[in-house]
Structure formats: structure tokens, C-alpha cells
């Protein structure tokens, strides 16, 4: 009951201003002008676009589905419309009634001769709200170098300040000093699980399908929930509405092919984007006889579609399917990978209130077997699949208010592994029981400018979780600190029933205040709560690592952080500066006693420990936007910590992914129309690791030990790398439709051998008896070479 | 953790980034040494032996230190007690049963003493049930997977219906124990660990298949020639030496600990391997080591 009265506190704050707004709306007339921002060659809807009135110093920007809506006294107005890399429009416009007005922008490449220079977008980082956020552009992502000549999204994101990895072929990312489970990665709303084929080598989003990519690692606004530390907004186009183009590429790992096209022409058009590797076919002829049935491929298949019902109605269907395929002869598979389906309806209730609808369904799972005889086998699979329903209102009250809020309700099913062994034909099937739960929440937020200088971006968002059975709640008895709990008793629960409830307020909010037009100073603080838990105690996450729900046992993981930052743009906009200062706390994250039972274990619980983490840093980021030169360089100064009860006597100690600093520099050089370089350079502090001092004898055996008992008590040495890459563009003929390009890229330039990890073992020789036994200690690095690569890339 | 490891280790070798190791050096932290004791005794009809030592640092390869002047006595729920004498002062304390006899008795509770410069250290264990070895098999295998072509055994042997049973499996190659890390094979029932409820059963695959040698992997392996696959005229000898659940524990922990290499970027961290040694003074990490008594079961076979 003691959550209802802050929540009533809250709404009612929440509420107040909105109030004001209605009175506003009445007492004054206005009209509204509204309609969609989209690219004019492709028809492709534009994502934050800006949309300026001149005569009111005053404006708004298109949302998520290209949309925009702004309501205004009657007059006549001059609209200008701005879009990164594209063209700046004005329109001039005689407002007495409501008006509808989609503007389709040109790219600049395409540039005539009336050129507007001044463009509202170019600054937005500094005279928006938004701080802690990072929006990269595709075009931008596909000049990067990339390994082997794939374009990954998840590794561009990487280069930013305050993301960090543990290491190459780690799956997903870490964002100011969060576990990879703390990020909620979204595609086209729908949450996927596993960012990764092959382990973390390439992510599983096909350049050629991907519109937008936004990152959020502080201020989340409040209509995002359910992880800690960041939300990755992924976007997927939606297609060419004019006319049927294909592109396609040839690398050295995978080869991609998109086609899209109008289905209707401006009503409805799709996209289907496929990309598949063939080290398997690549490799072939080269294996053993016996090696022969290796299987080794990864293929992922993106496919949207959307249809406008009218005016004021249009709906989207988009899908993703991925997978990883291994096999080692008939003996033994392994199969991983991330399905997701999303059902998407945008109604425009009026010109100011836009609404979507959206429900998804999305799964992770993966299968283990081995044996080739029926009376002799292991099989195992386990998954994690969620439904959803959410809808969101966007209210454009006037140009000062933007109201955004809505609901979403998640129905998770974990299957944590179902596994059947069979012995000399007797079999014996030990699947652990499917666990369920439910997550809802409801949001409400406002965007609002209160005068040129200040404007606020705040909301709230309530968030409840449900686990259910049916299930057992266990409950354990802590016999000493960091050791494994004893099983006390088991309370069975039927379909359906509630196990354990939390619920949770998480305020949001942030606040710009700009000093002159090109320098702001922000101001942000948000709260969020992560009720599912990957568990991983490994260095690098793996693909049969298991999620699970809070439980009883296991409290939603909760975060607090504040930020500050200053945002200053130099030279027209040619120069995009900022500095940042957070500070994070976190609690109940899950953490691990030192002999944890991770797999096929129904005790699970008794080995988690409830850990507090707290991390603080300083990001400091340069962009240089324009001219030949392009690109940035960002620096990190940070620290995480964790505090477990048990471990290092209690006290705080920094966790697997702290890195003191972190150094990043991005290049682009156009050097003529048709060639173009890029670089990449990162420089970073070794991560923690724990390394024994002494060894103990056992039976012949040396095993490693630690006198102290400490965790990561030293580090990996220093991780840094060279790219580069060349693109040679085709030549551009009027009338030709073929266009084609090469990407030449190496990475690891200078062939160092940065460690992924440092591992103690006895030597390689046998011990023989009675003389001592050889230790060693073994650099693992996952990348030992430098990696040149040739990739062909075309779209006709 | 078994199962993780044959895919990931299968799955890094064969994939197309070849993981690199090389060998480096290192300093490692300073640390205080600790009193080790190593004491796993069985009932074979032979001298069972009681090892003191102290922890040397890491990358010490000469011998531990040796503890002695210590009294070493074991004593069973049924009251008889088994001194362990250092005759030759080399910290390695024996107790020689009588021609014919062996030490304990299946199903007794052991209490180990363990008394050095006044202070007593103390451990309890179990002698549980172990069941016979029906048969060894071998058959003649080409190359096969990165195994040469030779000759490859299988053992058989039932486990007792009813949960909680464990094993170590011990296997000889003409007398010459197994000894790398990567061999050390222990079982959980019929399974790999005690969550898999495999009960009852033949030992499942890779268990009965895990008594031959383990070539080295790894881009560094250097063929263990000294260790080919079985061949004819080799004698395979197999023993199955009881556990009790922390023994099994142990064990399964060590295993991890010496292979954490082999998991290549998904290895778990670092950590201690428990103990089942009480110290006097209630300090956790006073001394540590394993007392462990175990029940062994044999056979031999000449591969014809």
C-alpha cells in the first residue's frame, strides 16, 4: 500500500502542467498542421526530423513513425523542414484551418541550386533535451570499418562513449558499467535476447533492413522500461514506396540480399532482407572425409511489410528470424538463434493525437545434442518467449507540449532446459519446469519548452511484475555469507497462481537549459527496474546461458542515476562537443557464489547472491560533422564497482567490466567522388580478472589458488587496435541503374595480439610421476592476426 | 559444465578465428602460504598415504614444502584408529595394512587428525558403496575428429539405484595412471553431475568412453607421443573409487579450475576449490586440501 501515495504525489505533479495546457488550448485558437516527413527518393518515413516555424522561433520534430503535428494560432508561416543529410525545405503556408502537409525531403547529394544552409537539426544536440543519447546513421555505421567487411551495428555502438565490451567474440555490449543482460535491445519494438551470430563476432541486424539506430544510456525517457542500463531503439526501413530496388553484397562472411518495393504503389510497400554465411561451403573442400558433415552457418532473414488504410490508419508487419548452425559430424549439434514477429497499427484519433497499437511476439532459444545412436543420446533445448501488447499516444498539445502515454503488458515463458539423455536405450528425462510471468506498466511523459532557454522532459513510469506458477517457491536459509544457501522447503504453486509481486515507480527526468544558441547545459535523472535476469557468470556471455525471472528469491534488479552534461556546437555546427558526468547506483544485481551451479540446476537460486553496484564516469565526445574529414573521438574516464556480501570481505571491488580508460577515434576522409577512407582506432584499460598466487597439490594435480580469496584482483593488460578500410565507389551515370562498390578493409592493422583473457593451467606435457609439475600462464587472444577483407556491394 | 565445454572447446578450434595462446609472463600477487593437506585413502590392499604440505606460489614448479613432525591419525565410527607415520621425514605419512587386510570398511564415518605445532586440524568422510566393473571393451578405430586411428576402450558398470552415489574413474594405461587434467573423469549416479537424475543406469557415454587418453588441444599441442591411443599388447586397467558429495564436489570443481583454458572466452573465473579441512582457530582458509575415503572397485584387461 505505501506505493500508492507517492503515486498519487507523482500523477498529480504529472498532471498539474498538463492542466494548464488544456486551459491554454482553450482559451486560445489554434489550428493544427500535420503530416509525415519522408525521404523523397525512397519514400522511406524520416525519424526526428525537424519541423520549424520561422515566425514562432518555435518547433517540433517528427516521431518514431515519421509524424509530426503542431498546433499554432492561424497566420501565415514559413515551415521549414530539416533532415540530416538531406535537403532543407521551406514551405510557406496559409494556416486558418487544420491542415495536412507530408514533405518529401531530397538527399544532398541530389542538391539544386537554392540551398538553405541553416538547418534546425544540426544543433539538436545541443537544444533538445536528450542527453546521454546517441543517434547513429546508418550511411555513418556502413563507412565504419568493420571486421571482415561486415557492417555491424552493435560493434559501431561500441565506439561510443560510456560502451564498452569485454573483449572480441563477446556477445552484446556493455553501457556505463552494465552487464550485456542490462541492455534491452529492440527491433522494431520487439525485444531480441541474443544480439549475436557466432558468439559476438557479427550482430543480427542486416545493414540493409536497418533505418535508424538509437541508443539510450541515460535520461531514458519514461515510455522505455525493463532493463537498467540502455535502450538500443533499432528501426527497420520500411521500404521503397516508388519503386522496386535490390541491393545486395559479396564479403568474406556473409552475402546479403534485399529487395524492396512499393505493393501498392504509396500505399503499401515491403522489404525482405536475407544475408547467410558460407564459411561452410568456403570451407568444404578443405575438411577431412570425416569432418565432412561439419555444419557452420548463420543466416538471418528481415522482412517488413506496411499498408496505408487511409488517411488516418496504416499497418506494419515486420519479422526477424535468425540462426546459428553447428555440427560436428552426425555425433553432435548445436543450434541457436532469436525469432521475433511485430504487428504494428498507427490511427491518427485527430491531427494532434497519434496512437499506435503494437503486439509482438518474440523468442530465444537453443538446442544441444549429441549422439548418433537412438540408445545413446543427449538432447537439450531451452527458451525464453514473450507476447506482448502495448500501445502509445502522442498528444501534440502545441508546440511547447508533447504528451506521451501508454501501456504495455509482457506474458514471458521460460523453459530454463528441457533435457532428455538416453543410455544403453534406457532413457531418463531431467527437464526443469517451465516458469511464467507477467510484466505490466504504464507510462505518461511530457516534452515541454518552457520558455527559448528551459525546457523539461519528465514522466512516469509504473511498472508491476507477476511470477507464476505453476512452479515451486523455494526457500533457503543463508548458512554464511557468498556460500551456497541451504534448501530449507519448496511451496508448490498450481497454473496461473502468484507466486511473488513487486511493483515499482520509476521516475524520469531531464532538463536543458541553453546559454546561447549553441551551448546548452542538461541535467537528467531516471530510475529503472529489470525484473529478468540473465544468468552468466562466464568472462563473455554464452548462447546456452539461461534467463530468469525474479522470483522470490531473486529481487528486480533497480537503478538510480544522475547525469550532467555540457553540449556546446562550434563553427556552424561543424563541431559537435560534450561532456558528461554520471553517477549510477544500482541493487539487487545477481551475482554468483565461487562454486556456482549454473546449468540443469533447480536449486539455481541458493547459488545467486544479491549484489549492489554503483558505477560513475566522465565522457567526454568530439564530432566533426562536415567538410572532406569527418568523425570523432571520444574518451571515457570510469569506474564500476560491485559490493556482494561475502566476496572481497564486503567491500567494494571494480566488476568484470570496469575500464578505468577508454579511448575511442573515428575518421571518414572523402578524398574524391569516388573514393573514400575510414579509420578506426581504441585504445583501453585491461578489464579486471582474478589470478591466483599460489598453488595447491592434490593428488598429482596443481590447482590454482588465491591465499587472500580476492575477485579480480588484477587486470588483462591494455586492449588497443588499428582499423582502416578504402571504399571505391562505381561511377554514377545518368540512366544507369546499376551501382556498385568495394570495400576494402583490414582490421587489426598493426597484427597485435590483444588479450581476451589470461588463463593458469599446468604445462602441456603429461606430468610424470614423482617430479614437479610445470604451471604456466597463457595469453588467449581471439584475434591474433591482422584480418584484410573484400566486400563487393551493389543496388540497382 | 561438461557439456559446455566438448561444444565450445569443438566449436572455437573449428571456427574460423582460430583462438591464439601463447605463454607469457607474469607477476602475480604476493600471498601468504598455507598448510595443505592431501589426503585421499582408499581400501585397496596397499600403503595408504597421507600427503602434508604447504602451498607453494604459483609459478614455483620445484617441490611443495613439506610439513612434518605432524601425528596423523585416522579413527572410524567403529573405534579403530589408523596412524599415519612419516618414516623417511618427507612429509608423505603412511599407514601399511597387514598382509591380506585393507583399510575400513564400507559405509564407516572416518575422522582425520591431523596434529602440526600444537595446533589439530581436523576433516570427517564416508567410505560409500561402490559397484563392480562388468566389462572393459575396446574396439580398432580410424582417425577420427582429431583422434588418431588406434585402438579406443569402453568400460561398463551399473549404478546403484538410488540417488547420491558418485565416482571417481581412474584409469591405467599399463600401469601408468591417466594423469592429465583433461582425464580426470567423475560421475553422479550414472550422469555428469547431480542435478542430471540420471539414476540407476549404465554409466552414460561419455563416462564409460572416458578411460582413454585425451590427446592436447589447442593450436600450441604438442602430440602426446608418450601417450598413444591403446594398442595391442597395452594393459587397460580401470578402477571406480567411491565419493562422497563434497569429494564429488571437489573434484568437479578442480576439473574446472585446471581446464578453464579450454573454455576459451567463455571461462568461468578463478576461484578457490573448496575444502573439507577444519582449522582450530575457525579461519576459513587456514589450511586447505581434501580428506576423502573411498571404496575402489577393479579390472583389468589385455588388449589382444
Request: aromatic content about 12%.
Amino acid at each position: 500500500m505505501k506505493f500508492f501515495t507517492p503515486i498519487y504525489l507523482l500523477l498529480t505533479c504529472l498532471a498539474l502542467p498538463l492542466f494548464s495546457i488544456a486551459q491554454d488550448a482553450e482559451t486560445q485558437e489554434k489550428v493544427t498542421v500535420s503530416g509525415y516527413v519522408k525521404d523523397g527518393t525512397s519514400g522511406e518515413t524520416l525519424i526526428g526530423a525537424a519541423v520549424y516555424v520561422t515566425e514562432l522561433s518555435n518547433g517540433t520534430t517528427s516521431n518514431e513513425y515519421g509524424f509530426y503535428s503542431l498546433s499554432i494560432p492561424p497566420g501565415t508561416y514559413k515551415l521549414e523542414f530539416s533532415y540530416l543529410g538531406f535537403e532543407t525545405q521551406v514551405q510557406e503556408i496559409v494556416l486558418n484551418k487544420d491542415e495536412k502537409l507530408t514533405i518529401e525531403l531530397r538527399e544532398e547529394a541530389e542538391q539544386l541550386v537554392e540551398v538553405i544552409v541553416t538547418s534546425e537539426a544540426e544543433d539538436r544536440n545541443v537544444t533538445n533535451t536528450e542527453m546521454s543519447t546517441n543517434k547513429l546513421q546508418l550511411n555513418t555505421i556502413k563507412k565504419m570499418p568493420a571486421l571482415l567487411g561486415e557492417v555491424d551495428v552493435i560493434r559501431s555502438i561500441q565506439l561510443l562513449p560510456g560502451v564498452t565490451t569485454v573483449g572480441e567474440g563477446a556477445t552484446g555490449f556493455n553501457v556505463r558499467g552494465g552487464s550485456v543482460d542490462q541492455n534491452l535491445v529492440l527491433l522494431d519494438e520487439a525485444p531480441v535476447f541474443n544480439s549475436s551470430h557466432l558468439f559476438g563476432f557479427f550482430s543480427v541486424f542486416n545493414p540493409d533492413a536497418v533505418k535508424d539506430v538509437k541508443l539510450y544510456k541515460g535520461g531514458i525517457p519514461a515510455r522505455y522500461g525493463g532493463r537498467l542500463s540502455s535502450i538500443l531503439d533499432v528501426r527497420m526501413k520500411e521500404g521503397n514506396n516508388k519503386k522496386f530496388t535490390f541491393s545486395g553484397g559479396i564479403g568474406s562472411i556473409f552475402s546479403r540480399i534485399s529487395v524492396e518495393g512499393p505493393l501498392v504503389k504509396d500505399k503499401s510497400s515491403f522489404i525482405v532482407a536475407a544475408r547467410r554465411s558460407y564459411i561452410d561451403i568456403l570451407a568444404k573442400p578443405f575438411l577431412n572425409e570425416d569432418l565432412q558433415d561439419t555444419k557452420l552457418n548463420f543466416y538471418d532473414l528481415t522482412i517488413k511489410a506496411n499498408y496505408r488504410l487511409g488517411e488516418k490508419d496504416r499497418i506494419y508487419l515486420s519479422g526477424y528470424l535468425g540462426r546459428d548452425n553447428f555440427g560436428f559430424g552426425a555425433g553432435a549439434g548445436f543450434n541457436w538463434g532469436n525469432a521475433t514477429t511485430t504487428l504494428r497499427w498507427n490511427h491518427l484519433f485527430s491531427d494532434r493525437l497519434f496512437s499506435n497499437f503494437t503486439a509482438y511476439y518474440s523468442n530465444y532459444d537453443y538446442e544441444l545434442n549429441f549422439g548418433d545412436q537412438p540408445d545413446n543420446s543427449f538432447d537439450w533445448n531451452a527458451q525464453i518467449v514473450n507476447y506482448s501488447l502495448k500501445t502509445d499516444f502522442s498528444y501534440f498539445v502545441n508546440p511547447d507540449n508533447l504528451v506521451t502515454f501508454g501501456g504495455q503488458a509482457i506474458l514471458y515463458e521460460f523453459e530454463p532446459g528441457n533435457a532428455v539423455g538416453v543410455s544403453e536405450g534406457e532413457t531418463s528425462d531431467f527437464s526443469l519446469p517451465i516458469k511464467r510471468a507477467l510484466e505490466a506498466s504504464l507510462f505518461l511523459e511530457n516534452e515541454q519548452k518552457i520558455n527559448s532557454r528551459l525546457s523539461v522532459h519528465y514522466g512516469l513510469r509504473l511498472s508491476y511484475f507477476n511470477y507464476l506458477g505453476a512452479g515451486k517457491a523455494f526457500e533457503f536459509k543463508e548458512t554464511e555469507e557468498g556460500e551456497r544457501k541451504e534448501f530449507v522447503s519448496a511451496t508448490e504453486f498450481g497454473d496461473w497462481e502468484s507466486i511473488e509481486d513487486y511493483i515499482n515507480l520509476e521516475p524520469r527526468a531531464s532538463v536543458k537549459y541553453q546559454f546561447d544558441p549553441s551551448t546548452s547545459f542538461k541535467l537528467s535523472y531516471n530510475r529503472t527496474v529489470q525484473y529478468i535476469h540473465l544468468i552468466s557468470n562466464t568472462v563473455a556471455a554464452t548462447p546456452v546461458d539461461v534467463w530468469t525471472p525474479s522470483t522470490n528469491n531473486i529481487k528486480p534488479q533497480i537503478s538510480d542515476q544522475i547525469a550532467v552534461g555540457v553540449f556546446k556546437n562550434l563553427k556552424d555546427n561543424m563541431y559537435v562537443t560534450s561532456a558528461e558526468i554520471y553517477y549510477k547506483e544500482m541493487s539487487h544485481l545477481v551475482d554468483y557464489i565461487d562454486e556456482a551451479d549454473l546449468f540443469v540446476n533447480e536449486l539455481l537460486e541458493a547459488d545467486l547472491l544479491d549484489a549492489d553496484g554503483r558505477a560513475f564516469g566522465l565522457e567526454l565526445q568530439v564530432e566533426k560533422k562536415k567538410g572532406d574529414l569527418t568523425g570523432w573521438i571520444s574518451y571515457t574516464l570510469a569506474r564500476t564497482e560491485r559490493k556482494v556480501p561475502g566476496v572481497n570481505q564486503g567491500d567494494w571491488f571494480p566488476s568484470r567490466f570496469d575500464q578505468t580508460h577508454n579511448f575511442s577515434a573515428t575518421a571518414f576522409y572523402e578524398l574524391n567522388a569516388r573514393w573514400s577512407f575510414s579509420a578506426n582506432f581504441v585504445l583501453n584499460t585491461g578489464t579486471p580478472a582474478t589470478f591466483p598466487t599460489h598453488r595447491i597439490e592434490q593428488q598429482g594435480y596443481i590447482l590454482p589458488h588465491i591465499s587472500s580469496g580476492q575477485r579480480n584482483n588484477l587486470r588483462i593488460p591494455a586492449y588497443h587496435r588499428l582499423d582502416l578500410s578504402a571504399t571505391l565507389a562505381g561511377k554514377k551515370k545518368e540512366g544507369k541503374r546499376w551501382y556498385g562498390e568495394w570495400v576494402f578493409s583490414i582490421y587489426n592493422v598493426y597484427n597485435r595480439r590483444n588479450p581476451f583473457s589470461i588463463f593458469f593451467r599446468q604445462g602441456n606435457i603429461r606430468p610424470t610421476d614423482g617430479s614437479p609439475v610445470q604451471t604456466e600462464a597463457v595469453r588467449l587472444s581471439v584475434i591474433g592476426s591482422l584480418i584484410p577483407s573484400v566486400t563487393y556491394n551493389f543496388k540497382f | 559444465m561438461k557439456f559446455q565445454n566438448i561444444f565450445f572447446v569443438l566449436l572455437f578450434v573449428s571456427v574460423l578465428f582460430p583462438a591464439c595462446q601463447d605463454v607469457i609472463d607474469l607477476d602475480l600477487e604476493e600471498g601468504k602460504s598455507q598448510f595443505v593437506i592431501d589426503a585421499w585413502i582408499n581400501n585397496k590392499p596397499e600403503a595408504q598415504v597421507i600427503k602434508l604440505r604447504y602451498t607453494s606460489t604459483y609459478f614455483n614448479s620445484t617441490p611443495s614444502p613439506k610439513a612434518t613432525g605432524a601425528e596423523v591419525v585416522v579413527t572410524s565410527s567403529t573405534g579403530e584408529t589408523y596412524t599415519f607415520t612419516d618414516e623417511n621425514n618427507d612429509g608423505d605419512y603412511t599407514w601399511t595394512p597387514a598382509t591380506g587386510e585393507s583399510f575400513g570398511g564400507i559405509g564407516e564415518d572416518y575422522l582425520l587428525s591431523v596434529v602440526l605445532e600444537g595446533k589439530e586440524y581436523t576433516a570427517v568422510s564416508t567410505m560409500n558403496r561402490v559397484m563392480p566393473i562388468d566389462t572393459i571393451t575396446y574396439e580398432d578405430r580410424e582417425e577420427e575428429q582429431g583422434d588418431p586411428a588406434g585402438i579406443y576402450a569402453e568400460f561398463f558398470a551399473t549404478d546403484f539405484v538410488g540417488t547420491g552415489d558418485s565416482y571417481w574413474i581412474k584409469a591405467f594405461k599399463n600401469d601408468q595412471y591417466l594423469n592429465k587434467p583433461s582425464e580426470l573423469n567423475t560421475a553422479y549416479d550414472a550422469g555428469f553431475t547431480p542435478g542430471g537424475n540420471i539414476d540407476g543406469l549404465v554409466f552414460i557415454t561419455p563416462i564409460r568412453t572416458g578411460i582413454n587418453r585425451v590427446p592436447d588441444s589447442g593450436d600450441d599441442a604438442v602430440d602426446d607421443s608418450d601417450q598413444p591411443p591403446y594398442k595391442v599388447g597395452d594393459k587397460i586397467t580401470v578402477e571406480i573409487h567411491s565419493l562422497t558429495d563434497e569429494a564429488f564436489f571437489f573434484l568437479e570443481q578442480a576439473l574446472i579450475q585446471m581446464t578453464l583454458g579450454d573454455q576459451t572466452i567463455f571461462a568461468s573465473p578463478v576461484v578457490n576449490v573448496p575444502t573439507n579441512i577444519i582449522s582450530p582457530s575457525g579461519e576459513d582458509n587456514e589450511a586447505v586440501g581434501f580428506f576423502c575415503v573411498s571404496a575402489v572397485s577393479r579390472k583389468e584387461r589385455m588388449v589382444e
